[in-house]
């Protein structure tokens, strides 16, 4: 069955790390774009970090810039979202999701909340608190 299945989140500190994974079954990653989104209560879906399938060309939202960095391995058919110097803001659960590309978009238009996806993950929760 077709699936993505992401884990990796918990509570930390401020300032502490955590490594998002985001886990393919029933297709190959390697040809899709991916997605990173997050939701906090009372707030709308917002695009966090992107990487396209034709280039490798990604994208970050301008709030984790310099802090948070997404990759492939595609030998584990995974996408990662490594987080760094955490704050309170980034409090949320978070999504991966999975588009073929076709027709090919930008990677910047695949962070749009709108973009229709293919396939969604179920979510990890992700709280950064003292």
């Known amino acids: 069955q077709v699936q993505l299945v992401e884990s990796g989140g918990g509570l930390v500190q401020p300032g502490g790390s955590l490594r998002l994974s985001c886990a393919a079954s029933g297709f190959t990653l390697h040809y899709y774009a991916i997605g990173w989104f997050r939701q906090a209560p009372g707030k709308e879906r917002e695009g966090v970090s992107c990487i396209s399938s034709s280039d490798g060309s990604t994208y970050y939202a301008d709030s984790v810039k310099g802090r948070f960095t997404i990759s492939r391995d595609n030998a584990k058919n995974t996408v990662y979202l490594q987080m760094n110097s955490l704050k309170p803001e980034d409090t949320a659960v978070y999504y991966c999701?999975?588009?073929?590309?076709?027709?090919?978009?930008?990677?910047?238009?695949?962070?749009?909340?709108?973009?229709?996806?293919?396939?969604w993950g179920q979510g990890t929760q992700v709280t950064v608190s003292s």
């Open positions: 999701a999975a588009d073929i590309l076709l027709p090919d978009p930008t990677v910047q238009a695949t962070c749009d909340p709108s973009y229709e996806y293919d396939y």
